[in-house]
């Protein structure tokens, strides 16, 4: 993921610049009783997304937003890469950049599930979404599902902040007000609470790995052994040591400029445990 991601962070780019011209009340949208951000989501989009057709070796990480979704894509992209034989990090061909698409599996256009027929498997996706929102041929096909979990008081924390940097999200001028929106469903991608609730059912299936923020910061090197077996890929301690290293919150930090453009900025503020 150290790679430069052009169509990712156009994406961001573009999403921070219509959000400076829109006025606070058309950031936001709602479909099916949930507000989503309207420069990255669409009713357009969530409707082609139905019809999306999930394979049984799609992998796929569902969490929050401020669950941590984008330290454990690191280590998900850097595991498929190793699966696939490749030095994790090196660059892309041509031909992979061409076939980029944006990670989150409900951001861009209505046309992007088109062009991810054509992905090599396995196709890598994250969702902020909850289960009964994604396309039910995602939980036919049995594909295997990370479930990153965190604790609440953090996340709230962490997208207060978060919110407050970021032009395609509305601003708080206090914690007070931000509290009573997180409570009140009135949030991007609706209240966590509900979220867990939601997940919780399908939190024993075979296919569904939960793991919590918390565990994996505390032993690192435990939780990359317990992601990679649970998705089948095996590792020397040469590559876990990698893998954790290049995951590490200073590591990835440093490299946000090249990885997430001037997103970077907003998107890695701490990283902690009780904040």
């Known amino acids: 993921m150290e790679k430069s991601r052009k169509k990712y962070t156009d994406l961001v780019d573009k999403a921070i610049a219509d959000a400076n011209s829109m006025h606070p009340d058309e ?23 139905e019809s999306f057709e999930g394979r049984s070796d799609d992998i796929i990480l569902a969490g929050y ?22 030095t994790p990090g090196a660059e892309s061909s041509v031909n992979d950049e061409e076939l ?19 992905l090599p498997s396995p196709r890598f996706m994250v969702t902020h979404l909850c289960p009964e929102n994604l396309p039910k041929s995602i939980f036919k096909s049995k594909a295997k599902i990370l479930l990153l979990i965190r604790n609440p008081k953090d996340v709230a924390t962490s997208f207060y902040h978060f919110c407050n940097g970021l032009p395609a999200l509305p601003s708080y001028e206090t914690w007070d007000d931000f509290f009573i929106a997180f409570m009140t469903k009135k949030m991007a991608w609706g209240c966590y609470f509900e979220y867990l609730s939601k997940w919780n059912k399908y939190a024993d299936e075979e296919n569904v790995m939960p793991i919590t923020y918390e565990e994996l910061k505390e032993d690192p ?7 990679a077996a649970f998705f089948g ?3 020397t301690e040469e590559q876990l040591q990698l893998v954790v290293e290049r995951s590490s ?18 998107l890695f503020r701490k990283g902690s445990i009780n904040d």
């Not at 099916?32 to 997304?49: D, H, N, Q, R, W």
């Not at 937003?65 to 696939?84: C, R």
């Not at 980029?100 to 054509?118: A, I, N, S």
Request: charged content about 20%; glycine content about 6%.
């Open 65 to 86: 937003p401020k669950s941590g979704t984008n330290w454990v894509s690191q280590i998900l992209n850097d595991l498929i890469a190793i699966s696939k034989k490749k």
């Open 27 to 49: 950031l936001l949208f709602t479909y099916k009783g949930i507000f989503y951000p309207a420069t990255v989501c669409s009713p357009e989009t969530f409707i082609a997304l």
């Open 233 to 235: 890929v095996s590792l």
């Open 100 to 118: 980029e698409e944006f990670p989150y599996l409900e951001f861009g256009d209505p046309e992007k599930y088109e062009r991810m027929t054509r």
């Open 249 to 266: 919150f200073q590591s990835m930090k440093k490299n946000s400029q090249k990885t997430h453009g001037t997103f970077g900025n907003i």
């Open 221 to 227: 090197v435990l939780g990359v052994k317990n992601i």
